[in-house]
């Protein structure tokens, strides 16, 4: 099946510090994206939506200026958590689907592990 | 609202026997269904998905789930559990026309030896 990576697969920081998290879709391209967060033994939430060459959609209670989303390439989104503090510890997963709507199967990377410290 | 539920946080079944994993939702019309599943520390995996047709689906790894329209419910169902099934299970809906996945709560899956 079609590969999403997400790099890194974790990583610590220092609070204050911003975190930038590469979802990549390595052979089919994506120009739409999903960022989803997951705090531990918890479901996950779809933080926002990634559009290629366009402005993310965000959900409702996620801040776009503290989650900052670019989709400049159809094979790369990247999610930004600036100023992190201690609370935006999580595990962040992002998927993408391979064709132009959900009867398509939308693959997943393998999530990031942060750590604000 | 719409919402997607597991009822069951946590089940532990012993390898060999078989497994039911329940699902329901509530959306104003029937919407596509998944069954994902999570080993630890990992993304997801699609185990199985129903959009129309057949109302029992087939998956990979054994899986099977069947969608049930007045019950609102879509439980997957394994007929013989290995110990490598042990991980998270995530039911998700996508309204029609939409993309974004809506997740279940999860239902962690232990298996005894």
């Known amino acids: 099946g079609a590969v999403v990576s997400q790099h890194p697969s974790w990583v610590i920081c220092k609070s204050g510090t911003s975190v930038k998290i590469e979802c990549r879709s390595l052979d089919f391209q994506a120009t739409t994206m999903f960022w989803y967060r997951q705090f531990p033994k918890q479901s996950l939430m779809l933080m926002a939506t990634?559009?290629?060459?366009?402005?993310?959609?965000?959900e409702q209670g996620v801040e776009k200026d503290k989650f900052l989303i670019n989709h400049a390439s159809l094979t790369l989104s990247t999610l930004t958590v600036t100023s992190a503090h201690p609370e935006d510890s999580s595990f962040y997963i992002c998927?993408?689907?391979?064709?132009?709507?959900?009867?398509?199967?939308?693959?997943f990377g393998q999530g990031t592990r942060l750590t604000v410290v | 609202a719409q919402s997607v539920t597991q009822p069951d946080i946590h089940i532990t079944v012993s390898e060999g026997a078989s497994l039911e994993l329940r699902c329901n939702y509530s959306y104003g019309a029937t919407p596509y269904l998944f069954w994902y599943v999570q080993s630890p520390g990992q993304g997801l995996q699609l185990l199985l998905k129903y959009f129309s047709g057949d109302t029992l689906v087939q998956g990979i790894k054994g899986f099977e789930a069947e969608f049930k329209r007045s019950q609102s419910s879509f439980n997957l169902r394994k007929p013989s559990v290995h110990w490598s099934d042990a991980a998270e299970y995530f039911c998700a809906v996508a309204p029609r026309g939409a993309q974004k996945l809506v997740f279940g709560q999860g239902t962690r899956l232990t298996i005894n030896p």
């Open positions: 998927s993408a689907p391979t064709g132009g709507n959900v009867n398509t199967e939308a693959f």
């Open positions: 990634s559009n290629e060459g366009s402005k993310a959609t965000y």
